[in-house]
């Protein structure tokens, strides 16, 4: 069974920094693109920024040149550096992967982590 548990959430002060982790674990063949997507209250899910499995990343327009996304291939783990925090980046922050496993087939299938909350307030 695949799953995807994220960690790193917590209250910090405008202008804080956090680093979230999204861990894979179960069997699985190999991780293609991942992502992390956010939903605050009241609003619709967005994605904040992607990776694909070369390296290759894409973030929403407002969180460029604060939040970096990377990954560590042999650890199946992909990280959310988030700088310079504000409040309306307050949201329960989700991790996504395209995954690719065995099971009497092949099969590729995006997956999703529990969440974990951001709060940016003073």
């Known amino acids: 069974q695949v799953q995807l548990v994220e960690s790193g959430g917590g209250l910090v002060q405008p202008g804080g920094s956090l680093r979230l982790s999204c861990v894979v674990s179960?069997?699985?063949?190999?991780?293609?693109?991942m992502g992390w997507h956010r939903q605050a209250p009241g609003k619709q899910r967005e994605l904040v920024a992607a990776?694909?499995?070369?390296?290759?990343?894409n973030y929403a327009d407002s969180v460029k040149g604060r939040f970096t996304i990377s990954r560590d291939n042999a650890k199946n783990t992909m990280y959310l550096q988030m700088n310079s925090l504000k409040p309306e980046d307050t949201a329960v922050y989700y991790c996504?992967?395209?995954?690719?496993?065995?099971?009497?087939?092949?099969?590729?299938?995006?997956?999703w982590g529990q969440g974990t909350q951001v709060t940016v307030s003073s």
């Open positions: 996504n992967a395209a995954i690719t496993t065995y099971r009497s087939g092949w099969f590729r299938d995006d997956y």
């Open positions: 179960g069997r699985i063949f190999s991780i293609n693109s």
């Open positions: 990776i694909t499995s070369g390296g290759s990343t």
